[in-house]
């Protein structure tokens, strides 16, 4: 098969997906979709590789720590922010420049299949007060942002591990590996609205 320029395949978990356009790819890198460490090929190469490692799509990742891929948004619609709170003024800037860092209460689930649990864990614990809770799924507090554990952590994964990291305190999350068909569905799922009813 002939390579076609600017088209590529993304192999997760040993499926592919695409062909996609280099648009496309821009657009799953900015949207936290297509990470450093994803693997790419060519359309009509066989060898995967990472996409840091692409000639086209490797400025895409430059700097890493910056790069808008790791931006993470909120799941849901945008809600007005709170004004105040107890204990808390209704003040400006200042007060809540003052505030500080804040914590954060996360989520991270993992589903390693090709490297060892005992990395990731000891980088989960680093990053803050953590208690696992179920085999691969720990509960922590940080200062640090969904995006910024995330980016951590998938320095631990192989390119057949999955991460998912929640934070419950903003309404945010931030995965790896996931794929691009998921990575809608999650975003579908999560953006539903219930209307303050159960379901039926």
Not at 50 to 65: C, H, I, W
Not at 95 to 114: C, E, T
Request: proline share 6%; hydrophobic share 40%.
């Amino acid at each position: 098969m002939p390579e076609i320029p600017g088209l590529w395949i993304l192999n997760v978990g040993g499926r592919a997906y695409g062909p996609y356009t280099a648009e496309q790819m821009r657009v799953f890198a900015s949207e936290g979709r297509l990470a450093a460490m994803s693997q790419v090929a060519r359309a009509g190469e066989t060898e995967f590789r990472n996409a840091v490692d692409d000639p086209e799509l490797g400025s895409l990742f430059m700097p890493l720590k910056l790069s808008n891929a790791a931006l993470a948004e909120p799941l849901r619609p945008r809600e007005p922010e709170r004004q105040g709170g107890f204990g808390k003024l209704d003040g400006g800037a200042k007060d809540s420049a003052d505030a500080g860092p804040v914590a954060s209460h996360l989520l991270i689930i993992s589903d390693m299949k090709s490297r060892s649990i005992h990395g990731l864990e000891e980088e989960i614990v680093k990053l803050g007060h953590a208690c696992p809770v179920f085999p691969q799924v720990w509960i922590l507090n940080t200062e640090q942002t969904v995006n910024a554990v995330r980016n951590v952590l998938i320095q631990q994964l192989g390119k057949l591990d999955l991460l998912l990291v929640i934070d419950a305190s903003h309404d945010k999350a931030a995965w790896f590996n996931f794929g691009p068909e998921m990575d809608a569905r999650i975003r579908r799922t999560w953006a539903r609205q219930t209307n303050g009813r159960a379901p039926t």
